[in-house]
């Protein structure tokens, strides 16, 4: 028999024989279950951070637009995450999308997924991209992405190679990063969301 409290709440009593209970942790705010034996785990959690307000490049280096912090011990294998961002150029130029997950939250992550360079990009032309990236192994663990972009009317695929993995360590706080490389003006993010779907 189980029973869901969604009160926030520190780890609750242990539940009586064969029980077992859902609760919402007011340390860490993750959903976790007990058993009756006191033995305490992350159950799955639904997570996800949209762009608060717009953020643009700087320069012509690469820049970090979005992020989203998630907790050490949270995911399992095969847990996925929907990454999209979207916005506008200023100026004819180029762009390149990343996907970048590590221990930072910084453009000084692993790299987990590139599109192909664009073509000219028009100024005020928009840019969308839509990346999966799947949990493979945990601990000191491993993610895969694949996804496609576009600018303007044109579509930037997955820059061409065999399927790789990304290492990140998932037992500590990790980051998954949306960055992006613009030649000329700026590119600007109005909408991005990163979610993992459960």
């Not at 930072?104 to 990009?121: E, I, K, L, P, Y």
């Not at 992006?180 to 979610?195: D, L």
Request: proline share 2%; charged share 10%; glycine share 10%.
């Amino acid at each position: 028999m189980g029973r869901l409290n969604l009160a926030n709440q520190t780890t609750p009593a242990t539940p009586s024989a064969g029980a077992t209970e859902i609760f919402v942790d007011s340390a860490d705010k993750l959903a976790k279950q007990i058993d009756d034996t006191g033995a305490v785990k992350i159950f799955g959690i639904n997570m996800s951070t949209n762009l608060g307000s717009a953020a643009a490049t700087s320069g012509t280096t690469e820049t970090l637009l979005h992020k989203a912090t998630i907790a050490a011990n949270s995911v399992k294998i095969g847990d996925t995450f929907n990454i999209i961002l979207s916005g506008v150029s200023s100026s004819t130029g180029t762009l390149i999308f990343r996907v970048r997950v590590g221990a930072t939250g910084t453009t000084g992550d692993a790299q987990a997924w590139v599109s192909t360079t664009s073509a000219a990009q028009a100024a005020n032309a928009w840019g969308t991209m839509q990346v999966l990236l799947t949990v493979r192994s945990i601990g000191v663990g491993t993610v895969q992405a694949s996804g496609v972009s576009f600018a303007g009317a044109v579509v930037l695929p997955q820059l061409a190679g065999a399927a790789a993995t990304a290492s990140v360590t998932t037992t500590a706080t990790w980051y998954v990063d949306i960055c992006v490389t613009c030649s000329v003006g700026t590119f600007t993010a109005h909408n991005a969301i990163i979610e993992l779907l459960k």
